[in-house]
């Protein structure tokens, strides 16, 4: 099946800094991805869908001044957390759309922040 | 909106098999997934059904999908203790391509 990374798997931060999230199709090109949100024994949130060479487009509720998502290749799209604060300490996954087929997602491994 | 509901938990014996069921609103859902998620890791896609078919099978699990009532469910045949994981239901969500997620199965197996 189609392979999705993400990096980093997990991540440590301060308070009031920014991270950065990558997520990469390895073996397709995607031009969509999504960025979700999953809290402890909870389902996905689906956060914002990212489009090749345009703008994302953001769900209802998602600050995107605070979540900036980049997607400047066919195969990757990033995510970067602004002025990190605890509430935003969460599991992030990201998922790539297959240009063939039934127009199925396969996730990344996703990646835990934990922000201090 | 779109809504996707599944039961929470379901715990079955080593061998038997296991049956998990989704429910699902928004009729015009062109494909309908089941993704696998194990403790920390992302989603791993097991299998899809497009709405025009009633039923697909590979190797251990089958989908049933009953357009009419809007219910589609997954069967494990000869559960493992390695099947032991939250099993996702997602309809599509007309062309946008979202997915909406059903709130996860846990399915625990029993040695």
């Known amino acids: 099946g189609a392979v999705v990374s993400q990096h980093p798997s997990w991540v440590i931060c301060k308070s009031g800094t920014s991270v950065k999230i990558e997520c990469r199709s390895l073996?397709?090109?995607?031009?969509?991805m999504f960025w979700y949100r999953q809290f402890p024994k909870q389902s996905l949130m689906l956060m914002a869908t990212?489009?090749?060479?345009?703008?994302?487009?953001?769900e209802q509720g998602v600050e995107k001044d605070k979540f900036l998502i980049n997607h400047a290749s066919l195969t990757l799209s990033t995510l970067t957390v602004t002025s990190a604060h605890p509430e935003d300490s969460s599991f992030y996954i990201c998922s790539a759309q297959s240009p063939t087929g039934g127009g199925e997602q396969y996730f990344g491994p996703g990646t835990r922040l934990t922000v201090t | 909106g779109e809504d996707v509901e599944q039961s929470l938990f379901l715990s079955v014996r080593e061998g038997d098999s296991s049956v998990i069921n989704c429910t699902y609103t928004?009729?015009?859902?062109?494909?309908l997934y089941w993704y696998k998620q194990e403790p920390g890791a992302g989603l791993q896609l097991l299998t899809y059904i497009f709405s025009n078919m009633d039923m697909k099978q590979d190797q251990r699990l089958t989908v049933l999908l009953n357009k009419k009532d809007k219910h589609l469910s997954l069967r494990i045949a000869d559960t493992q203790t390695g099947d032991s994981a939250i099993y996702f239901c997602a309809a599509s969500s007309g062309n946008t391509g979202k997915l909406i997620f059903g709130q996860g199965t846990t399915l625990q197996v029993k040695p």
């Open positions: 928004d009729s015009s859902s062109t494909y």
């Open positions: 073996d397709f090109q995607a031009t969509t």
């Open positions: 990212s489009n090749e060479g345009s703008k994302a487009t953001y």
